[in-house]
């Protein structure tokens, strides 16, 4: 009988999932009936997302695959799973666009807005860390991904590790080769020069 319930929640789930995201860009799934499931119900999907832009600061290129577990809990829902992806980034020594593959795991709380039987609304919840859940019993796992996947990026992003970067002078890209301006003196090491060469002078 669990088994059969699990079956008939997945369809219904994934009919009403689809019929959302056809019309938003982003990964918005209707929980409704998982929420009327007993504790420790859970249900998989894989992740085959298009045209998905998590920040207008993080281009994603290409599809996002995965795979999210939701699971009910006497709270709410834990959501779980993994994405991987390519983003545009830009490198923080030449300033060349670059594209890096990402694989990116994440685990967060969701907690109602709603009573699922009344539709009376909830007290707010406490943690900061939780998302929620809408009055239309609808989740949205598109800012977890994107939390996930800014604190999975590096402070300095850069298309190589061995990145030459740009000339401090010229902005000659010193990746394609050398630049024909002469190298910077340290300006410490100038004024010391210049009171070496003032002081032989006035010896002489």
Known sequence: ????????????????SFS????????????????????????????QEEEIQLDEDLKVIGPIDGHVRIRRTNQGLLVDGWVDLTLELTCT????????????????QFHPTVDIVTGLALPPIEEEEAFPIDDHHLIDITEA?????????PIATLCR?????????????????????????DTRFSVLEKLLQNGSGSES
């Open 161 to 185: 590790e061995d990145c030459a970067g740009l000339c401090s002078q010229c902005g000659h890209d010193l990746n394609l080769g050398p630049c024909d301006c002469k190298p910077e003196v």
């Open 93 to 108: 020594r030449c300033l060349n666009i670059f594209e890096q593959s990402m694989h990116v795991t994440f685990m967060e």
């Open 20 to 47: 959302v995201k056809r019309k938003q860009k982003i990964m918005l799934y209707n929980v409704a009936q998982l929420m009327k499931a007993s504790v420790g119900t859970s249900l998989g999907y894989d992740i």
């Open 1 to 16: 009988m669990l088994r059969h319930s699990s079956c008939y929640l997945q369809v219904i789930f994934r009919l009403m």
């Open 145 to 153: 991904i994107r939390q996930q996947v800014l604190l999975a990026l």
